[in-house]
């Protein structure tokens, strides 16, 4: 048995979850990270030993090394655990190990997957189910993100932008969405993604049951179709339909998107949204199973939750336990996530960084019957090519947008033409001039932005890199005017 595991990039998300589940487990855990943390702290009070910065010196003693996919393969520790010969293994590669020699519940998708996999998570270890959880997000008001369980289910997201999901072999796989997103990974070709997602389908262990939205299922009905009845498949949606086809630069999926008779099996209808709780009735195959509650905004959120009914009957719970713990789940960290208020103005943080994310989030915002106003940092230069005039489409519930610098993790390098400055005049194209600002500098947001609000506005900060770091900056300048105004 491997006693000591490295981890580089361990104060990562998905890489801290392994952490902790493996620190449970009673392995030795040292790891690196660029910077300190909350997160690297938290592993640090459980018995892993993390160092600041990378050194070749920090993989001494381990027998395993962990790497993330953010950590290039030039990295010092990788390059001497590799001369060393101590074996080198992806983040999901470990995963692999904890999930597929148990039965395994991976939540795939583009959107949605922390907060489907919080969700089951919360609901099997309220009900005594005592899953291990390896989330690759932070839950918010303590809802669990990594845990040790002693039972026999093992939750997890899997992660398609690098097909490393592909490494799994679930009993039960929840897909939520399938958009064309991280094609730079997929050779810029939709269909290879689409192709991916079929192998994972592939994987779903026999007598299983595949959790699938109305949208990702009839992307991939051929694929369903073809393992003939080797698991069960649950199609789950809201009584009306949202989307349109998957397509990017030329590589369309086809016209008969919306063409499949099947009905749905997990169906919300009688959704009344109110700021940030949900209602919504959940039928079942045509049968009303009875009113479930949210307390998490959007209807978005509201699909996602059938997701994890779904996956909650599929383990044996029966809807009025799930139901009657369901409303003690708070979200996943940065989404929709409250940040704090001050002069009459909320503010709230999300990871909203895709166009759907982006137009369903601020839909969602539309609910508290305030003004919008929405602060979005796009991430990546690929991404904001590929997905500009998408973009520049999908602000049409915000009343004013600022639109920032392009966060850029590397290896990311600028490319020609594609700007932020592009994009906010892409933006106001749609919505009008006098709604767009843009400000390069992200640390020159609240003075641009505060002489724009007024009392009973909601600001949004929106963005997968830093800008959240707005939201705060912007509370902090509001309720100093709040006591100074006092």
């Known amino acids: 048995m491997v006693q000591h595991i490295h981890m580089i990039g361990i104060g990562g998300a998905g890489m801290s979850a392994i952490a902790t589940v493996l620190l449970e487990m009673g392995y030795k855990v040292s790891g690196s990270d660029l910077k300190d943390s909350d997160v690297v702290s938290s592993l640090m ?132 969405s399938v958009e064309a997103d991280h094609l730079e990974n997929y050779g810029g070709r939709a269909h290879h993604l689409v192709d991916s997602y079929k192998a994972f389908i592939a994987n779903i262990k026999d007598g299983g049951t595949l959790v699938i939205s109305r949208q990702a299922y009839l992307v991939l009905k051929d694929a369903i179709d073809q393992a003939k009845g080797r698991f069960a498949v649950s199609v789950y949606g809201l009584d009306y339909q949202m989307g349109r086809p998957l397509e990017s630069k030329g590589d369309h999926l086809g016209d008969n998107w919306f063409r499949d008779g099947r009905e749905l099996d997990y169906r919300a209808s009688n959704v009344h949204l109110a700021g940030s709780t949900s209602i919504f009735t959940v039928d079942y195959q045509g049968r009303s199973l009875g ?137 106001a194209q749609h919505i009008g001039q006098d709604r767009v600002l843009y400000v390069g500098d992200q640390g020159h947001i609240p003075d641009a932005l505060l002489p724009h609000l007024t009392n009973n506005d909601l600001v949004i900060t929106m963005g997968a890199g830093d800008v959240w770091q707005v939201a705060h900056a912007v509370v902090e300048r509001l309720q100093r005017k709040d006591v100074q105004g006092m």
Not at 154 to 168: I, K, N, Q
């Open 45 to 176: 009070r459980k018995g892993a030993e993390v160092h600041i910065g990378h050194a070749a010196s920090h993989v001494a003693g381990a027998n395993q090394v962990v790497f993330s996919s953010a950590i290039p393969q030039d990295n010092p520790e990788i390059r001497e655990a590799k001369g060393l010969g101590i074996p080198v293994l992806h983040r999901s590669e470990m995963l692999a190990r904890i999930l597929n020699n148990h039965d395994g519940i991976a939540v795939a998708g583009a959107h949605g997957k922390t907060t489907i996999t919080g969700m089951i998570a919360h609901i099997l270890t309220s009900l005594g189910v005592d899953p291990t959880v390896l989330a690759g997000g932070e839950m918010q008001n303590k809802c669990v993100h990594a845990r040790l369980g002693r039972g026999e289910y093992v939750v997890a997201e899997a992660d398609e932008s690098d097909g490393s999901f592909l490494r799994y072999y679930p009993y039960i796989a929840v897909i939520t």
């Open 291 to 427: 009113k479930a509650r949210l307390v998490i905004p959007g209807a978005y959120n509201v699909e996602n939750a059938l997701a994890a009914i779904a996956v909650a009957q599929a383990v044996g719970l029966t809807f009025g336990e799930v139901v009657g713990v369901l409303d003690g789940f708070h979200g996943a960290h940065r989404r929709f996530e409250w940040v704090g208020a001050g002069d009459g103005i909320v503010v709230y943080d999300d990871y909203a960084h895709h166009p759907t994310e982006l137009r369903k989030t601020l839909q969602a915002a539309r609910e508290f019957g305030r003004r919008v106003v929405a602060v979005f940092q796009p991430q990546r230069y690929s991404r904001t090519q590929l997905l500009m005039e998408e973009f520049g489409r999908s602000f049409q519930d915000a009343d004013l947008v600022v639109v920032t610098d392009i966060y850029a993790p590397p290896p990311e390098k600028p490319l020609p033409g594609v700007t932020a400055e592009r994009l906010a005049h892409l933006v």
